[in-house]
């Protein structure tokens, strides 16, 4: 595969904090990305797009279309705050709006793709209620996805419950529907422990995309570090993941996740994220150049 035919996305995080939609998307395509991933993360800023108005929607559509970019996908991680398997049912019918908002706002603006945190609960012990609501939550939302065409896609977490793709495959049995696939977290797999290769092979029916960052693995005497990891200082072998891919024939999108918004220089550490990232795809052969 040559470099122009990789689909390089850059999570809205990465990006300096304030800026415009126009402002974003004309600075990750100066910085070589083709996509952006909206974010709806827990705090009231964010989710506060899902109650976009109208004229909100068709502005941000607007600005998309002239840009050469596109945002297929959106990180809906605001039910972090708001977990399906909450023992509240008030917090639990809350997950299940923010869902059916996620999803219209979706099909509104042209998103594809919501990526889903993989927690029962997140703020609370999780156990076998906490389970069986969460995965009540999910048949309902998943039934408002399958209705409205757009996928949501678990991501390979920083939490136990969703650690690795064989915990989405066995989930995936219990859901067993083609609107639920796979988000997997190359950092978060390799932090748990994961034979990479192995999952990768697992997953690749179903995977929509990939996320490329750097984690510290869990050890016995650290809890792991899952964010803000400098690429190239963690455990992941990214070259022996590239090589996976290739292999498999994976042609899906790759998304940077980054949190650098409100960093000194922002520009500077994707851009030069990207450029390790690409050195990595070519010592794992996936990228013939």
Wanted: net charge negative; with cysteine; aromatic share 10%.
């Amino acid at each position: 595969m040559k470099q122009q035919d990789i689909k390089l996305g850059i999570y809205e995080k990465a990006l300096p904090y304030g800026l415009s939609w126009d402002a974003k998307l004309t600075l990750a395509e100066e910085l070589g990305f083709q996509f952006v991933e909206i974010s709806i993360d827990e705090s009231d800023e964010r989710l506060a797009r899902l109650d976009w108005n109208l004229e909100e929607r068709k502005a941000f559509s607007q600005t998309v279309l002239q840009s050469a970019l596109t945002v297929p996908t959106m990180c809906l991680s605001g039910h972090r705050r708001f977990p399906f398997g909450s023992r509240d049912p008030q917090i639990r019918a809350q997950a299940l709006a923010i869902m059916t908002k996620a999803i219209q706002l979706a099909v509104d603006t042209g998103i594809r793709t919501i990526q889903l945190a993989g927690y029962d609960v997140y703020y609370e012990p999780s156990d076998e209620d906490t389970r069986k609501w969460y995965i009540e939550g999910m048949h309902k939302s998943l039934a408002l996805a399958a209705r409205e065409q757009v996928m949501l896609a678990m991501e390979i977490m920083d939490h136990p419950f969703m650690n690795s793709i064989l915990r989405f495959a066995n989930m995936k049995k219990i859901l067993n529907t083609p609107w639920f696939t796979v988000y997997p977290d190359i950092g978060n797999l390799s932090a748990w422990g994961n034979d990479v290769a192995q999952e990768l092979t697992l997953g690749i029916d179903t995977m929509v995309a990939l996320h490329l960052k750097d984690t510290l693995a869990v050890t016995a005497t650290h809890k792991g570090t899952f964010k803000e990891v400098p690429f190239g200082s963690g455990c992941v072998d990214f070259p022996g993941a590239f090589a996976t891919l290739k292999k498999l024939s994976y042609t899906g999108p790759f998304l940077v996740e980054m949190w650098t918004e409100k960093t000194a220089d922002p520009a500077t550490e994707i851009r030069n994220a990207r450029r390790w990232l690409l050195e990595q795809m070519r010592l794992g052969g996936y990228i013939d150049e």
